[in-house]
T-cell receptor, first 116, second 114 residues
């Protein structure tokens, strides 16, 4: 099946710094990528949808200036958490699709962010 | 998108069939039922989806009631590796402008026991 990778798999940073998380589709071209956030013992929450070459569409309540998403190529999307604070500590998961269909949406392994 | 209701948790004996129910009484005519699962600290994995007919693949079977207000995911011979959170999601049909967007509920934590 299609493979999606994320880098880094975990990161610890100081409060106030910015952290970039990469999401790559390794063996297919992803026209659409999705970013999710998951707090401990909770479900995944969709943060934004990004289409290659266009601006991301953010879900209600997600600050676009804090969570910068770039989808510059068909195999790479990045999420930058700017001025991170402890409440941003979470599990960030991306998914990628080459068709936009929910049944062909492949998820990455996730990135664990801890902000001290 | 329609909301789904699932039991919080279920247990299943290894080797037995696991039947995971899902209620989606407000599903609209063009919405599909998708099932994903998430093994601890990993990204979700697609299992199966359907519109109104029962579906089967190498992982599971999906039984959708005739009125489409509920469905059941069946893992025919559960193994310890099937222990995970199972999400039932109602989503836009393939090809729609909103396609691909998945709104996860709380899911069912399935514990397969030896």
């Amino acid at each position: 099946g299609a493979v999606v990778s994320q880098h880094p798999s975990w990161v610890i940073c100081k409060s106030g710094t910015s952290v970039k998380i990469e999401c790559r589709s390794l063996d297919f071209q992803a026209t659409t990528m999705f970013w999710y956030r998951q707090f401990p013992k909770q479900s995944l929450m969709l943060m934004a949808t990004s289409n290659e070459g266009s601006k991301a569409t953010y879900e209600q309540g997600v600050e676009k200036d804090k969570f910068l998403i770039n989808h510059a190529s068909l195999t790479l999307s990045t999420l930058t958490v700017t001025s991170a604070h402890p409440e941003d500590s979470s599990f960030y998961i991306c998914s990628a699709s080459n068709s936009g269909r929910a049944d062909t949406q492949y998820f990455g392994p996730g990135t664990r962010l801890t902000v001290l | 998108d329609a909301k789904t209701t699932q039991p919080t948790s279920m247990d299943c004996a290894e080797g037995r069939a696991a039947n995971l129910p899902c209620n989606h009484s407000t599903i609209s005519g063009n919405e599909y039922v998708y099932w994903y699962r998430q093994i601890h600290s990993q990204g979700p994995q697609y299992i199966i989806h359907g519109l109104k007919n029962n579906e089967t693949n190498e992982m599971a079977s999906l039984i959708i009631t005739e009125d489409r207000k509920s469905s059941t995911l069946i893992l025919p011979h559960a193994t310890l590796r099937d222990t995970a959170v199972y999400y039932c999601i109602v989503g836009s049909y393939p090809g729609s402008s909103n396609t691909g967007k998945l709104i996860f509920g709380q899911g069912t934590t399935l514990q397969v026991k030896p």
